[in-house]
């Protein structure tokens, strides 16, 4: 009988140290770290992938040179339709729309659409009709000192210096104003998904409103 208890006290003695062990491999701060990743609540980053508008040089080049275009096309359209066989008034107004609009138009829409190329709501977009305002105005005076200037169709090379300095004048004026009124970059937060795969980054979850189609 002694021996039998023997025989079970010393099996007990060895199989405390692997409870102990068996115990121990439960605590929290052995957990292994996927468990406490598990845990832990997805982080809410500003991941967003951003885009940079074009330079002001590039930007005032494109537009300068849509309006550099568009300011003789605008006196020969405005030529063409004043030489129609109607009365006076109807054709002075005919001459004077596409005179002073064509050319600012061109030029704001060709900075609004080269600058915004690129961007989203999230980054900031150019505004429209800031820069064909300012274009406008730019356009008008530059006709004025034309007129006085004695610049005409038949004078070629009056007719390039005017369109040459016009384009670069409203290129300029509509380019500073869009930018200056940049609408700002909206905040937006991407939700970033932990991944509990090993070799596999996180997921991030970006609103479809900040993405571009």
Same mark, same amino acid.
């Given at each position: 009988?002694?021996?039998?208890?023997?025989?079970?006290?010393?099996?007990?003695? @060895?199989?405390?140290?692997?409870?102990?062990?068996?115990? &121990?491999?439960? @605590?929290?701060?052995?957990?292994?770290?996927?468990?406490?990743?598990?845990?832990? $609540?997805?982080?809410?980053?500003?991941?967003?992938?951003? +885009?940079?508008?074009?330079?002001?040089?590039? +930007?005032?080049?494109?537009?300068?040179?849509? !309006?550099?275009? *568009?300011?003789?096309?605008?006196?020969?359209?405005?030529?063409? @339709?004043g030489n129609l066989s109607i009365s006076?008034? $109807?054709?002075?107004?005919? *001459?004077?729309?596409?005179?002073?609009?064509?050319?600012?138009?061109?030029?704001?829409?060709?900075?609004?659409?080269?600058?915004?190329?690129?961007?989203?709501?999230?980054?900031? &977009?150019?505004?429209?009709?800031? !820069?064909? =305002?300012?274009?406008f105005v730019v356009h008008v005076v530059?006709?004025?000192?034309? =007129?006085?200037?004695?610049?005409?169709?038949? !004078?070629?090379?009056?007719?390039?210096?005017?369109?040459?300095?016009?384009g670069a004048a409203m290129g300029g004026?509509?380019?500073?104003?869009?930018?200056?009124? &940049?609408?700002?970059?909206?905040?937006?937060?991407?939700?970033?998904?932990?991944?509990?795969? $090993?070799? %596999?980054?996180?997921?991030?979850? %970006?609103?479809?409103?900040?993405? &571009?189609?």
């Amino acid at each position: 009988m002694r021996p039998a208890l023997s025989s079970s006290l010393a099996l007990a003695l @060895l199989a405390l140290p692997a409870s102990a062990q068996a115990a &121990r491999l439960l @605590l929290p701060e052995d957990a292994p770290a996927a468990t406490a990743a598990a845990a832990a $609540p997805p982080s809410a980053t500003s991941a967003v992938e951003r +885009h940079e508008p074009p330079s002001f040089p590039i +930007h005032f080049a494109v537009a300068a040179g849509a !309006g550099v275009v *568009g300011a003789p096309l605008g006196l020969l359209l405005a030529n063409a @339709l004043g030489n129609l066989s109607i009365s006076l008034i $109807p054709t002075a107004i005919f *001459g004077l729309v596409p005179m002073g609009v064509i050319a600012p138009v061109l030029t704001a829409l060709a900075g609004w659409l080269f600058g915004n190329a690129k961007l989203t709501d999230a980054d900031g &977009r150019f505004g429209f009709w800031a !820069g064909a =305002g300012a274009a406008f105005v730019v356009h008008v005076v530059a006709l004025v000192i034309a =007129g006085f200037a004695g610049v005409s169709l038949a !004078g070629v090379p009056g007719l390039l210096l005017f369109s040459l300095l016009d384009g670069a004048a409203m290129g300029g004026a509509s380019v500073a104003v869009m930018r200056l009124l &940049r609408k700002a970059p909206e905040a937006v937060a991407a939700v970033e998904l932990p991944s509990f795969t $090993p070799g %596999v980054s996180a997921t991030s979850v %970006v609103p479809l409103s900040t993405l &571009r189609f």
